[in-house]
Every structure is written in C-alpha cells, then in structure tokens.
C-alpha cells in the first residue's frame, strides 16, 4: 500500500465536478483507493462517500492506494488534486 498526504487547493473544496472527475479518472481501475479526513475515510470511487466527508479548501486529506498498480494510480491521483482538478 502506498499513500500520500494531500492538501485540498480549490477554492469550494471538494464539490461536484471534483468529485465526478475523480471517480472518472479511477474507473475501471482494479487498485483500492481511499481518501482520510480527519474524521473519516471515503472510497475514492463512490462519489456519495467522497461528498460526505465535506472536504473544504486548506484541509488535508491522505490518499492510500492499495493494488498491483498503486504507484501510477497514486501518481494520478495526486496530480488531479495538485492541477486543482483543472479549475480556476
């Protein structure tokens, strides 16, 4: 298993269209990922948990990938949130 820590750099935090790219970008893909709030965790492929965690800008969170890609999957991963999911 491989994880990062990440800080969540859109000015609404994790909102819809986040959200949707990113269980975009992770379908089809055969490695569990899990992102950790303070609090709780969310499956990184279910846009429900994901919104329940209430993710603001500034808040960190822990990406864990755990699969036969993890590394690349983690890599993507990252780089959606560091592009700030490509919004303004």
Known sequence: MLAAEITV??????????????????SGCSDRVTLKGAERSA????????????VKCGD??????????????LNTVVALFNAKFNEA
């Open 9 to 26: 750099q859109n000015l609404l935090g994790l909102h819809a269209r986040p959200i949707a790219k990113l269980v975009k970008t992770l």
């Open 43 to 54: 499956d990184a492929q279910d846009i429900y948990q994901i919104m329940a965690l209430d």
């Open 60 to 73: 960190h969170l822990t990406v864990c990938v755990d699969g036969p890609s993890e590394a690349e999957t």
